[in-house]
């Protein structure tokens, strides 16, 4: 895992959207399109803002949604396919994206449905975060790193679920919807490459964990060292607890 720390939260998302613009268009100049895979929330606000300037043929593009809430309408403000809509989907001319629909009539099989389909390309650039509780995606800890599903149905921590609360999505803990729609850890893991940005001092012991301690279902954020070609992204303030803060020179 190669780390790379930003001065903000600003020059965060610079670097993470140049450095996964340039993998998209190596991906399309090999293939002639690109599969990617989007995440949501507050961590992802400079990196998506800075991802749609970029000179990327989106026509070119398929993008997969991460994560969304079980009984979630589009139209509520934590919604994760408004959110994507708003600030990715809507601002690029991109080709497909597959939306999870969180108000499903029968979530397992959105979950069946969506599966079906990933399983079936290759992801050359998952962008994703890390929670509070390092969970990726919503495997909350303890995460299976080996579930073989694409999507399954995920009960949430009240961790996460305050988290939720923290960022402004919902009025009180009791709004926070209690299950999720998910992408697994072995699914994000088959990604060609990926592209964390955790910005801010919350994530910071989050951090500290995913970077130092044993790679272990208690903090699913370790599952990213599993990959070869993994870049997070910090700022000073999420790096602050590193024993060592030093950025890898790729």
């Known amino acids: 895992m190669k780390l790379v720390i930003s001065n903000d939260k600003q020059e965060l998302g610079q ?3 140049k450095k996964g613009a340039e993998l998209i268009r190596k991906a399309i ?13 507050a961590s992802q606000f400079e990196m998506l803002s800075e991802l749609v300037k970029e000179d990327v ?16 309408p589009n139209v509520h403000k934590a919604s994760f396919c408004k959110y ?16 999870i629909e969180g108000d499903a009539e029968n979530p397992l099989d959105e979950c069946n449905r969506l599966g079906k389909i990933i399983s079936c ?31 399954f149905i995920a009960d949430l921590d009240k961790a996460c679920r305050e988290q939720q609360l923290g960022e402004g999505w919902f009025a009180s803990l009791g709004d926070v ?33 995913t970077v ?16 070869s070609n993994t870049w997070l992204y910090l700022d000073k303030a999420s790096a602050s607890l590193l024993s060592e803060p030093q950025e890898t020179i790729f």
Request: no cysteine.
């Open 15 to 17: 670097r993470s959207a």
């Open 212 to 227: 130092e301690s044993e790679i272990s279902e208690g903090v699913p954020g370790t599952a990213l060292r599993l990959h």
């Open 57 to 72: 043929d989106w026509s070119k593009v398929t993008g997969f949604h991460l994560d969304e809430y079980v009984g979630m």
């Open 29 to 41: 100049e090999k293939d002639g399109r690109a599969n990617i895979i989007v995440a949501t929330g």
């Open 177 to 209: 919807p209690k299950q999720a729609i998910s992408m697994s850890v072995r699914q994000v893991l088959k990604s060609e490459a990926i592209i964390a940005s955790v910005p801010d001092s919350r994530k910071a012991i989050a951090v500290k964990n």
């Open 84 to 99: 994507l809509k708003e600030r990715f989907v809507d601002l690029v001319p991109i080709k497909k994206f597959y939306f």
């Open 121 to 151: 390309i290759k992801i050359n650039v998952a962008f994703v975060g890390i929670g509070e509780n390092a969970h990726l995606a919503f495997n909350d800890p303890p995460a299976d790193f080996d579930r073989e599903e694409a999507y």
